[in-house]
Nanobody
């Protein structure tokens, strides 16, 4: 069983900063990538940023230059530093991990429970 536990989030004013962290625990054979998705009210869940086990990163266009993702593959952690936050960044943010629990099974996506980020004055 794999669990993702998120921390961080909250209420911040426009232009402010927040940091989200996530740690994966359980039986993990190999982690391929970890990242963050978000879902705003009435919208579909969207990919925000990912980091692979080799250190490669991806950001959706709307957060480039403002958000920074970092990961520690050995500790199975991922952090999203969010700067210059805008009201449109308001959403529930979900941690995601693509990994396998043994050599005999396929890669699978695991999800955290979500943490609210609200950007408002």
């Amino acid at each position: 069983q794999v669990q993702l536990v998120e921390s961080g989030g909250g209420l911040v004013q426009p232009g402010g900063s927040l940091s989200l962290s996530c740690v994966a625990s359980g039986t993990i054979f190999r982690s391929n990538a970890m990242g963050w998705y978000r879902q705003a009210p009435g919208k579909e869940r969207e990919l925000v940023a990912t980091v692979t086990s080799s250190g490669g990163t991806y950001y959706t266009d709307s957060v480039k230059g403002r958000f920074t993702i970092s990961g520690d593959n050995a500790k199975k952690t991922v952090t999203l530093q969010m700067n210059s936050l805008k009201p449109e960044d308001t959403a529930v943010y979900y941690c995601n991990a693509n990994l396998r629990t043994s050599w005999a099974v396929s890669n699978y996506d695991y999800w955290g429970q979500g943490t609210q980020v609200t950007v408002s004055s």
